[in-house]
């Protein structure tokens, strides 16, 4: 039963909330030890965040996750756990995370409260709307970037803002591509249809595209003078993120991608290999 828990409330997807430690390290605060412990126990409140989420999204989707080729072994689904025994670790993670939230400070508890709002209202309704499921998708990860800059008391910049919110839209569009590339899979998503592919592509490869012109903007902005002395290194990064996406948006149109595309990418040796290029052309630039 134990085990059949820890898949319920998948730790193996804690990693997505590493995406709270990026502001300690866009913000040049890589040598302050209490931005770190802030953005760590920041990311350590998140992770019982998405847990919650996880157990009520798995419970409201029992059913038809017995028709899914792949979430048909989930615990709720297999019929390995009583559902109805289990609900109490819904507001027992989400208490613990707001706990934690509370830790660190106001403005962190208020974007905790807010991403457990959207998950919550994502796993009841919003999921079923086409494209609004997508952008609620993209706001959950963004959301997990602004709390990391409130955790470590700064204001995010708007550069950062558009390019969250661009890139995991895109990312987003990914997962429903690669959801409609498996064969028995497409009937799961009521509000996507095997034809729409390629809207999908088109609409999901065009926002990652946007990232980049976001990303390109931004290092040619005047804000990049003050942090680097030498800023035109990071135009590196534009080649790499764009390599990146066409590769991904390939393996999901091919039906190859087999995981979330940030957990794909936090398994992937080619997307490590290039986020240590990216690491490099930072230093270089500083």
């Known amino acids: 039963m134990i085990t059949a828990i820890l898949r319920l409330i998948r ?31 920041g990311a350590v409140a998140f992770c019982f965040a998405a847990s919650s989420t996880y157990v009520l999204n798995d419970w409201l989707d029992r059913d038809a996750d017995r028709a899914h080729p792949d979430k048909r072994d989930r615990p709720f689904a297999s019929g390995s756990l009583r559902s109805s025994r289990l609900l109490w670790l819904v507001p027992l993670l989400a208490g ?75 990312l987003a569009a990914v997962k429903r591509q690669q959801d409609l590339s498996v064969p028995g899979a497409a009937a799961y998503h009521r509000a996507y249809r095997i034809e729409d592919r390629p809207v999908v592509l088109a609409i999901g490869s065009a926002t990652g595209v946007a990232a980049v012109l976001v990303l390109a903007l931004y290092i040619n902005s005047e804000e990049m003078l003050i942090l680097y002395r030498y800023p035109l290194w990071l135009w590196l990064m534009c080649p790499l993120l764009l390599y990146w996406l066409a590769r991904l948006w390939t393996l999901a149109y091919r039906g190859e991608l087999h995981a979330d595309p940030v957990l794909f990418a936090l398994r992937d040796p080619a997307s490590w290999a290039l986020a240590l290029l990216s690491l490099v052309c930072i230093a270089l630039a500083t």
């Open 11 to 41: 730790p193996h997807q804690w990693s997505k909330n590493l995406l709270v430690l990026v502001p300690v390290v866009i913000s040049h605060n890589w040598g302050e030890t209490d931005a770190w412990v802030a953005a760590i126990t």
């Open 96 to 170: 613990v995370s707001l706990a934690i939230a509370s830790s660190v400070n106001s403005s962190f508890l208020l974007a905790d409260v807010i991403y457990l709002a959207i998950a919550w209202s994502y796993c009841f309704f919003i999921r079923g709307w086409l494209w609004l499921d997508a952008l609620a998708l993209a706001a959950l990860y963004t959301l997990r970037v602004v709390a990391g800059a409130y955790a470590i008391e700064v204001v995010p910049s708007p550069w950062l803002l558009g390019f969250s919110i661009f890139l995991f839209f895109s």
